[in-house]
């Protein structure tokens, strides 16, 4: 294998990707590599991959359909991080009478006034 025209490859494949980020879609391997999974991945391994046979760039589509499932994993995953976040407080049931009985006890009472 001549590196000098493998790395021109690469070099080639690369400039032609746009975004510092691309989609590729995998193909099956001898080592067990999985066909058909869309990864985002840096433009020169992408090209890297692509020269390799391992995959190929994704379509505009399933770059598209990739970023949306993505983001809405994300978006799940923060909200899954909130809801973690939910602050409670265990109070003893006596303490919680003595709080009872002095907002009932307090508010429905009128004010004496004093003369």
């Given at each position: 294998?001549?590196?000098?025209?493998?790395f021109?490859?690469?070099?080639?494949i690369?400039?032609?990707?746009?975004?510092?980020?691309?989609?590729?879609?995998?193909?099956?391997?001898?080592?067990g590599?999985?066909?058909g999974?869309?990864?985002?991945?840096?433009?020169?391994?992408?090209?890297?991959?692509i020269?390799d046979?391992?995959?190929?760039?994704a379509?505009?589509?399933?770059?598209?359909?990739?970023?949306?499932?993505?983001?809405?994993?994300?978006?799940?995953?923060?909200?899954?991080?909130?809801?973690?976040?939910?602050?409670?407080?265990?109070?003893?049931?006596a303490?919680?009478?003595k709080?009872?009985?002095?907002?009932t006890?307090?508010?429905?009472?009128?004010?004496?006034?004093?003369?």
């Amino acid at each position: 294998m001549d590196l000098r025209l493998y790395f021109q490859k690469i070099r080639e494949i690369e400039s032609t990707i746009a975004d510092a980020f691309a989609v590729v879609v995998s193909h099956a391997t001898p080592e067990g590599g999985k066909a058909g999974v869309p990864t985002e991945v840096p433009k020169r391994t992408a090209a890297k991959m692509i020269v390799d046979g391992i995959a190929h760039l994704a379509t505009a589509e399933e770059a598209r359909l990739f970023r949306a499932a993505q983001a809405e994993a994300q978006k799940i995953a923060e909200q899954v991080a909130e809801a973690a976040k939910v602050a409670f407080t265990v109070v003893p049931s006596a303490e919680l009478e003595k709080l009872k009985s002095a907002i009932t006890g307090s508010g429905n009472q009128p004010a004496q006034s004093k003369k």
